[in-house]
């Protein structure tokens, strides 16, 4: 992809490695595709504060995605993971696309708006499906894409086809398959972020701008907050939910996603989940 899309030059490669621990060789390779992925998700949390914290704007230039995810160790949604990592990718050489998926997880719709961007990487002649911004529920490495491909161990995923020709990703669990999204290979750019983020921030049917979404991935535990709700998911287990208290919402950035937030960002999260 040309640098004037995904402006890997503007990338701080140097900081962004810091900020999720990599410290691998770095390389257009498999095995730098499979660390960057895990290394992200499990340091860089979904978040959606800013929608909740009034702001009318969450800027996608790259320079604004580095200052908040890289410098100030914050979260953020989907859109934003898949600006910071496309620049990553680019800058370090990697041949890739957009695409845009329709979630069903959270929905239960199989038709609903494409509001899920992840990447389609290219390479060797085969292509991956590389995705660190779906949260909880998504995959912890890349996965190949193909019919029936499959990632096993602790996290298993596979990917189906439809009939449709759409792609399914699909978690694993215990108690059964949960299908994530379904998406094509449609070629996205730049220009759809800006329409899904629009929509994302003010749309009244946003799952984004209601309440409190923090998600987290790491090696041997993931974290959904939703509202009050909080889900722990272990490697073979069902999950587990609970209700945290105000005291523990305005804790549970920090603490549970390793989200950094400023002193007025937090007060301004006491009052939203005090009711204050």
């Known amino acids: 992809m040309t640098d004037s899309m995904w402006q890997g030059s503007g990338v701080d490669l140097d900081a ?3 900020r999720v621990g990599y410290q691998g060789d770095v390389a ?3 095995s730098t595709l499979r660390g960057l992925h895990a290394a992200h998700v499990d340091a860089i949390a979904f978040e959606n504060l800013d929608a909740l914290f009034g702001r009318t704007a969450v800027p996608l230039d790259l320079d604004s995605v580095q200052d908040k995810l890289v410098r100030q160790g914050r979260g953020g949604w989907c859109l934003e993971h898949v600006v910071l990592m496309a620049a990553v990718l680019d800058r370090i050489g990697f041949a890739f696309t957009a695409l845009a998926g329709r979630t069903r997880i959270r929905t239960g719709s199989r038709f609903g708006p494409a ?21 909880a529920y998504g995959p912890h490495e890349p996965i190949r894409l193909v019919e029936n491909a499959r990632l096993d161990g602790d996290w298993p995923f596979d990917l189906v086809r439809e009939p ?9 669990r215990p108690e059964g398959p949960a299908e994530l999204y379904g998406f094509t290979t449609d070629v996205r750019y ?15 049917r946003s799952p ?12 041997h535990v993931r974290h ?6 909080l889900t722990e998911i272990r490697p073979g287990r069902p999950a587990t939910l609970r209700e945290l208290d105000a005291d523990e919402m305005v804790s549970a ?4 996603f390793g989200i950094s937030l400023e002193p007025g960002d937090i007060q301004t999260l006491h009052k939203l989940v005090s009711g204050a």
């Open 190 to 204: 730049p220009s759809d972020f800006e329409l899904l983020n629009h929509f994302c921030l003010t749309h009244p």
């Open 208 to 219: 984004f701008n209601r309440q409190i979404v923090l998600q987290r991935t790491r090696p």
């Open 224 to 229: 959904l907050l939703a509202g009050r709700t």
């Open 28 to 30: 257009a390779d498999l």
């Open 164 to 172: 449709s020709g759409e792609h399914v990703l699909r978690f694993l």
């Open 115 to 135: 509001l899920h961007m992840a990447l389609c990487v290219e390479l060797d002649g085969e292509r991956w499906l590389h995705d660190v911004s779906f949260g």
């Open 16 to 18: 962004y490695l810091a």
């Open 253 to 256: 950035p920090e603490e549970i």
